[in-house]
């Protein structure tokens, strides 16, 4: 048993905040005049202790579970807030998600009120409510016409009660782990687990006070948001935006001016990219002191790393950093001090990048299963390239029972407060899962330097052995590719195979010029067809990988592709997460026809 910190539940946590915090801004929310509007802690203590009194007023009592299919905004949390003191279970779920998904979780979980934020998502889920049956209630936050959360409110408001102070054992939550296949996996995350979470990251992030703000991107439906965002933001008396869209990112990061974000690689990755095909079409002085600024900022490292000074780079990064970095830092609203990254690999060269110009990116570590937090770099220890130390409380060990002769690597092992009760309704699974001592077995696979950082090495469920008996971790190459000019995504496939092939989704709008340049058709449809494209992806993903990679591991045959993985296509998880065989399966026939041509 592990000793849990004040506060060890997210009632206690979020009724100090509203009490302490009772006139600072809480959640701002976009208006339709582009203005944001920002409601307060005692505010939204208000609504809170509304809905909690009329869920109790619909028989929500102790241990029942209610859910939510929204995106990141107010109600959400105020709808989680209000179960937590009653002792229930929240259960959040996607807006972007396959109806048979919701069905499944709405049964698996036995939720008996449910909120979604429309009309049209209230409609979707009346197609299957009679294969729910423990579901009683459905309300909606956005429209008018049915049961509202609103009116739900305003039941409780005429009938007030107190909150329940959950143990630190306490079930908080359920969060369906999307995964690669089969149906989702229900989490059982207590309150015990999420704040050790809150209070570990504290430690490691002091610079998150009352001042903090940060721009909400990733959904609070996964553990890492949730956790990393809504509970350590809503403990300190911290505010939180709330982006329109994905495609306004940038215009509301300059009105919300956030001091630290929470996201993962690909938000960084696509902005790096961004900003290197901005530069070079820009060209001219502002290019030249781009790339002087980067250059000079790696030979003062350099000559930091020998104990030596390089004041003549040192005037030259100054000089870049006054005249181009500084707009760039104005385009984030000017006031971000740095970025947390997790969920996916994090290319070093990219955080060292961000860091050159002034936007230090902290990779962290975790699973929805440990809370989300393992290991977490941060402003006062940072290590690019691993994912840090440990957090406060939990241990990491690195089994090598599978692991080759000598190696230091193995598949990491987590114990701590931030482990998860189990899977819900799934025994064996949490047995498999579970060491006999009470470790989680997270599948991938990292080594622990002398210094205690973790580096994080692949998925050992995701590795796969050549034709010739050579494994390979694909996640690593695929993270690699996606640095290449041009690319978009990329997908390694050799299971069993000879070689590697590799699917390509080319960066159409990076690579027109150089189409034009060559007289070929800038249409996506033509493009992938075309030889002299696929020969001039392929030597640059080549090269790239030459000094990184051995021999084998580098893709010996491209297949060019015009549709993108995403969600909508069942090509990604909600994380955001390959599900290889799907796409395997979707493209089988080009890539046998690739190991055939060769």
């Not at 998860?420 to 899962?433: D, P, R, S, V």
């Not at 993903?541 to 045959?557: A, D, Q, V």
């Amino acid at each position: 048993m592990y000793a849990y910190n004040k506060p060890d539940n997210l009632v206690s946590l979020i009724e100090y905040s509203i009490n302490q915090y009772a006139d600072l801004p809480y959640f701002g929310t976009k208006q339709i005049n582009d203005v944001y509007t920002w409601r307060s802690y005692g505010q939204v203590g208000k609504r809170i202790d509304d809905l909690r009194a009329g869920l109790a007023d619909l028989g929500i009592s102790p241990n029942d579970s209610v859910g939510i299919i929204a995106n990141n905004r107010l109600e959400w949390a105020v709808a989680a807030f209000a179960t937590f003191g009653l002792k229930g279970r929240f259960i959040p779920m996607y807006e972007k998600e396959l109806p048979h998904i919701w069905q499944h979780i709405i049964k698996d979980g036995k939720i008996k009120a449910l909120f979604v934020g429309n009309t049209k998502l209230f409609d979707q889920i009346k197609l299957f409510r009679s294969k729910t049956p423990d579901l009683k209630h459905v309300f909606i936050i956005d429209g008018q016409g049915q049961p509202t959360m609103a009116d739900l409110e305003a039941v409780g408001r005429k009938k007030p009660i107190s909150s329940i102070r959950p143990d630190p054992q306490t079930i908080a939550a359920l969060i369906y782990t999307s995964g690669t296949t089969g149906h989702p996996k229900g989490v059982l995350l207590t309150h015990g687990n999420f704040t050790s979470n809150v209070n570990a990251a504290k430690i490691k992030f002091p610079e998150i006070t009352s001042e903090s703000r940060s721009l909400s991107i990733l959904p609070w439906a996964h553990s890492y948001g949730q956790t990393a965002e809504l509970y350590t933001f809503s403990s300190v008396g911290a505010s939180i935006g709330f982006i329109e869209k994905v495609t306004t990112i940038a215009e509301d990061m300059v009105k919300v001016r956030p001091t630290i974000l929470i996201a993962v690689p690909r938000v960084f990755n696509k902005i790096h990219d961004q900003l290197w095909y901005k530069m070079k079409d820009t060209g001219g002085l502002a290019y030249k002191l781009f790339r002087i600024g980067l250059d000079s900022a790696s030979n003062i490292r350099k000559a930091k790393a020998k104990g030596r000074l390089d004041i003549g780079s040192k005037v030259k990064f100054k000089i870049a950093d006054t005249i181009v970095y500084r707009k760039i830092r104005q385009r984030f609203g000017g006031n971000l001090s740095g970025a947390m990254t997790a969920s996916a690999m994090m290319n070093k060269e990219v955080t060292q990048f961000f860091s050159d110009i002034g936007l230090p990116i902290f990779d962290c570590y975790g699973l929805t299963e440990t809370s989300p937090a393992v290991t977490m770099n941060c402003m006062k220890d940072n290590k690019p390239g691993s994912v840090g130390r440990p957090i406060d409380q939990v241990k990491v060990i690195i089994d090598k029972t599978y692991s080759q002769l000598g190696s230091d690597e193995g598949e990491i092992v987590v114990h701590g407060p931030n482990v998860m009760k189990g899977y819900h309704n799934l025994k064996e699974a949490t047995k498999t899962a579970m060491t006999p001592d009470g470790g989680f077995r997270t599948g991938d696979q990292g080594r622990i330097d002398k210094d205690g950082f973790l580096f994080i090495t692949g998925r050992i469920k995701e590795q796969y052995k050549l034709e010739n008996g050579k494994y390979v971790f694909p996640a690593s190459l695929e993270e690699e590719i996606r640095m290449v000019p041009g690319v978009e995504n990329a997908m390694i496939f050799g299971d069993g195979r000879p070689y590697n092939v590799c699917l390509i989704i080319p960066d159409f709008e990076q690579l027109n010029p150089w189409a034009k340049t060559k007289r070929i058709s800038t249409e996506p449809a033509k493009m992938i067809v075309s030889p002299e494209l696929n020969t001039f992806l392929s030597l640059e993903i080549t090269n790239h990988l030459r000094n990184r990679f051995g021999g084998y591991e580098i893709p010996k045959s491209f297949i060019l592709i015009e549709e993108n993985f995403s969600i909508e296509n069942g090509t990604l998880t909600q994380t955001l997460k390959l599900k290889r065989l799907i796409v395997a399966e979707r493209y089988r026939s080009q890539i046998d026809a690739a190991y055939q041509e060769n």
